[in-house]
């Protein structure tokens, strides 16, 4: 990812309802804080849940991790919905915006755009484009990088610089057709983690964000947010 650099965005709800508003998404649905994956915990969030964003930092541990998991996918195979909106990711620091591309692309169904919204023409425009390619017109797409920068400036924290090294990376986790997916623009195809329903997908979703945070568990700076009917 030598080309474009974005600010990084941060992991902050009104930061993601901020952007995602700024772009046409009716606020029919809002990001919350996830406190913590413990069951008590989950029951605050409210439901239905659509849409689960989880920042991470990027360890040693971490990738040899998505190394192995990668090899072990391309040996063995997987099944993916073919119904998966999946981006690669070409520019650096926008994981932000591409995890939040993600949760609303596969949710269309739940969702509602206002006439003209630029996330939608996004969306409707490069839905039969490859990963790769989409990863292309997202670097041509000038609403969303001006929209991305206005937020990166939204957060509680001041933006780093844009040659600042960041290890922390956003990944999405969606339902799409029953099975839950790990969307994350730095692997080549979506990570397929099983079955999951409408009532189960936040359970699901923590499930897979504790098996991150077990991977590192010297780490601390997990971030957890849901997507979630206002």
Known sequence: MDGQRWLPLEANPDVCSFFLRQLGLVSTWQFGDVYGLDPELLTMVPRPVCAVLLLFPVTEKYESFRLEEEAK???????????????????????????????????????????????????????????EEKATFLEKDESIRVTHESSAQEGQ?????????????????????????ELDGRKPFPIVHGKTSEDRFLEDAAEVCKKFMARDPQELRFTVVALSKA
């Open 73 to 131: 996918i391309k040996a063995q195979g997987q099944e993916v919905s073919p119904d998966v909106y999946f981006m690669r990711q070409t520019i650096g620091n926008a994981c932000g915006t591409i995890g939040l591309i993600h949760a609303v692309a596969n949710n269309q169904g739940h969702l509602e755009f206002e006439p003209n919204s630029p996330l939608k023409t996004f969306l409707v425009q490069s839905s039969k484009l490859s990963p």
């Open 157 to 181: 924290t001041e933006a780093p610089s844009l040659d600042e090294k960041v290890d922390l990376h956003f990944i999405a986790l969606v339902n799409v057709g029953g099975h839950l997916h």
